[in-house]
């Protein structure tokens, strides 16, 4: 009985667009600039209103208040139309609101404009992946990965990316970049380990879920990874108690209360 459908695998399940913009609204447009690797310009009264209609957008993002978003990006790329981080915003705004073509359009503008930014790539490499545009997405990665080579959620990301390629071992390879260089590893734990249950190497991939549940008990995912991973090597009752655990945390969903009644009536036909 196959269950991938309980897994993750689909980057928009870990990880929304809005973590991308922490801390902007502190900065000035210069300094904003500077720290994003856009080319800084001197400091006028319109610069003012661009950071302050930036900052305000970023709030309104945190707050899921898009529209009004979008129309203070907007505004403050009408006073600066080669301001990256106010086309970057607008964008992740757009995505949030599942406007997809124009927030790829406004990521390739925030790119074009300072391509040296690792936000943006790491921006259209999500939209990318929603699009479906695996190929684009896994570039992005690749970029990123080159700007700023620390930012180990971006091995996981890219990890995910290669997974749905079908490139197993290159996301192994990826994971274990994290799990030995990173003291934040549940997210590469649970994706290795859904490498190894796409490989079939079971046993692994279970050891990787139950690495996962050590570190996040109240985590449903790596419990409904693992319970397909012990349904699979046919570790049955262990499967049920996972799925169990999974529901537990997460009583309404549909995919998880069909596993626990389909292997429920399964162990008691044995």
Same mark, same amino acid.
Do not use: W
């Given at each position: ?7 993750? /695998? ?49 709030? &309104? ?15 403050? /790329? ?5 301001? #990256? ?49 695996? &190929? ?42 994290? /799990? ?9 734990? /649970? ?69 626990? #009644?389909?292997? #429920? ?6």
């Amino acid at each position: 009985m196959k269950r991938d459908r309980l897994s993750f /695998i689909n980057l928009s399940a870990l990880i929304t667009f809005l973590t991308l913009f922490c801390g902007l609204p502190n900065l000035a447009v210069g300094q904003a600039n500077a720290t994003l690797g856009v080319n800084s310009r001197p400091m006028t009264s319109r610069s003012v209103d661009v950071q302050e209609l930036i900052a305000s957008g970023k709030i &309104k993002n945190h707050t899921r208040r898009f529209h009004q978003a979008i129309e203070d990006f907007s505004r403050a /790329i009408s006073l600066d139309p080669k301001n #990256s981080v106010a086309y970057l915003g607008r964008g992740i705004a757009l995505a949030e609101l599942s406007q997809r073509d124009e927030a790829l359009r406004d990521f390739d503008r925030s790119i074009r404009l300072a391509d040296n930014n690792s936000v943006s790539f790491l921006a259209r490499s999500y939209l990318r992946t929603e699009l479906g545009d695996l &190929k684009g997405a896994l570039a992005d990665l690749n970029r990123t990965i080159t700007l700023d080579p620390y930012n180990f959620s971006a091995y996981v990301d890219r990890a995910m990316v290669k997974i749905q390629l079908g490139s197993y071992e290159a996301a192994i390879s990826d994971c274990d970049l994290v /799990i030995t260089g990173s003291s934040v590893t549940k997210d590469a734990y /649970i994706t290795r380990g859904y490498a190894f249950n796409k490989m079939g190497q079971y046993e692994r991939a279970i050891s990787d879920f139950s690495q996962a549940i050590c570190i996040d008990t109240k985590d449903s995912l790596p419990y409904k990874n693992r319970g397909i991973a012990r349904e699979r090597s046919g570790d049955l009752l262990g499967a049920l108690e996972d799925y169990k655990y999974a529901l537990a945390m997460e009583p309404k969903n549909q995919a998880v209360s069909r596993a626990v #009644s389909e292997l #429920s009536a399964k162990l008691q036909n044995y």
